[in-house]
C-alpha cells in the first residue's frame, strides 16, 4: 500500500472549465454570507455552520464524479447542496424554516436531502454519515451500478469510533467508497494539535490497508485532479480512498461562536495568501481569459440569484402545523 501527498501545482484547464468552477464557488461564497446575515437578522434560528473557506474542496470533488454517484456529509453542509445542484432558493428556505425548502422547512440547517441529485444529507450527530456512506458504497457495489460514495467529514469527527468501523468494513467488503476529510484545523474550537495524536490524517487507514492522500483542499483543481483518481480507484473495483483536504474556514464553528481560540492574523494571513477563489480569478486574468469586469458581472449575476433567494425564503409560507405528523413512517407493501 502507499500513500502520498499531491502538491500544488499548476493543473491544465480550459477558459469554460476555470468559469464555472470559479461560478460554483462565488456562489457557495455569496451564499454563505447572506445566510449569515439572515441568521443575524433572526430569520435562520437553531444552529447554523458556514462553508466559507472551504469551497474547493466540494467544488473540485463535485466536478470529479459522475451522475449517480452519492455524496452524504455532517452539519457543515449549505455548499454541499449548492454544488450538487440543489437550488438557493430550496435551500434557503429550508434554513428559515420554510414549507419551499428541500424538507419543508421541518429539518433546517442541518437535515436537507435531494433523492434526485443524489444527495443524502446533512447529518447533524458528529461522524453517523461515515457509516451511512458506507452503507450508499455497499448498495452500489450490491447493484452492480459502478457509482462510487463520497462521504465527506471533518477533522474532529476524524476521530470517532463509528468512522473506524466504517473503515474496517468498508475495506473488507472492498466498497467503492471516498472517505473525504476536510481539514480546516479545529474541531469546533480545538486545533487538531491539541484533539489528534496522528495530525497526518490520511494515514488514518494504515491499519485496515486503506490508501490515503493528502491534498491542497484551497486549490479546486488540485482536487479535482486526486478526486478524479480516487474515483477511479474505488470504481475500478480496488476499494475505498482516504482523502484529507487541507482546508480552512474563515468563521468560527457555527454562527454562535466568537472564535477567539485563533488570532485575527491567522485567518487574514490564510484569506490573503490562500483563497481558493481568489486563487481561481488570479488565474483566469493571468491566462487572458476574463477581465475583472467579467468577474465583476459574474458575482453581480450570482449575488442576483442569492438575493432572490432570501426574498423567496422570506415569501415562502411556514410549514403548517399538521406537518407534524407527516414524513413519520413510511408504511410499504411486503
Not at 473540485?60 to 459522475?66: L, S, T, Y
Not at 480545538?190 to 496522528?198: E, H, L, Y
Not at 492574523?265 to 480569478?281: A, G, L, T
Request: glycine share 10%.
Amino acid at each position: 500500500m502507499t500513500s502520498k501527498i499531491i502538491k500544488t501545482k499548476k493543473y491544465k484547464t480550459s477558459k469554460e472549465d476555470l468559469l464555472h468552477l470559479y461560478h460554483q464557488m462565488l456562489l457557495i461564497r455569496r451564499f454563505e454570507e447572506k445566510a449569515g446575515q439572515l441568521y443575524g437578522m433572526g430569520l435562520i434560528a437553531g444552529f447554523c455552520h458556514l462553508y466559507i473557506g472551504q469551497e474547493a474542496v466540494v467544488v473540485g470533488i463535485r466536478d470529479a464524479i459522475i451522475d449517480g454517484d452519492q455524496m452524504i456529509t455532517g452539519y457543515r453542509d449549505h455548499g454541499h447542496m449548492l454544488a450538487c445542484g440543489m437550488t438557493a432558493r430550496g435551500v434557503m428556505a429550508e434554513l428559515t424554516g420554510r414549507s419551499g425548502g428541500y424538507s419543508r422547512g421541518k429539518g433546517g440547517s442541518m437535515h436537507m436531502f435531494s433523492v434526485e441529485k443524489q444527495f443524502f444529507g446533512g447529518h447533524g450527530i458528529v461522524g453517523a454519515q461515515v457509516p451511512l456512506g458506507a452503507g450508499l458504497a455497499l448498495a452500489n457495489k450490491y447493484k452492480d451500478n459502478g457509482h462510487v460514495s463520497v462521504a465527506f467529514f471533518g477533522d474532529g469527527a476524524a476521530n470517532q469510533g463509528q468512522v473506524y468501523e466504517a473503515f474496517n468494513m468498508a475495506k473488507l467488503w472492498s466498497l467503492p467508497a471516498l472517505f473525504v476529510i476536510e481539514n480546516n484545523q479545529y474541531a469546533m474550537g480545538t486545533s487538531i494539535q491539541r484533539a489528534s495524536a496522528q495530525t497526518e490524517l490520511y494515514k488514518r487507514g494504515i491499519s485496515f490497508g486503506i490508501e490515503g492522500i493528502q491534498v491542497d483542499g484551497m486549490d479546486v483543481l488540485a482536487v479535482r485532479e486526486a478526486a478524479k483518481k480516487c474515483a477511479k480507484h474505488a470504481r475500478d473495483g480496488k476499494g475505498p480512498m482516504i482523502m484529507e483536504m487541507m482546508t480552512y474556514r474563515y468563521r468560527g464553528h457555527s454562527m454562535s461562536d466568537p472564535a477567539k481560540y485563533r488570532t485575527r492574523d491567522e485567518v487574514n494571513e490564510v484569506r490573503d495568501e490562500q483563497d481558493p477563489i481568489d486563487k481561481v480569478k488570479n488565474r483566469l486574468i493571468a491566462e487572458g481569459w476574463a477581465d475583472l469586469d467579467t468577474l465583476k458581472a459574474i458575482d453581480k449575476e450570482i449575488k442576483a440569484v442569492v438575493n432572490d433567494s432570501a426574498e423567496f425564503a422570506k415569501t415562502s409560507p411556514e410549514p403548517d402545523p399538521s406537518e407534524l405528523y407527516t414524513d413519520v413512517l413510511l408504511e410499504v407493501e411486503a
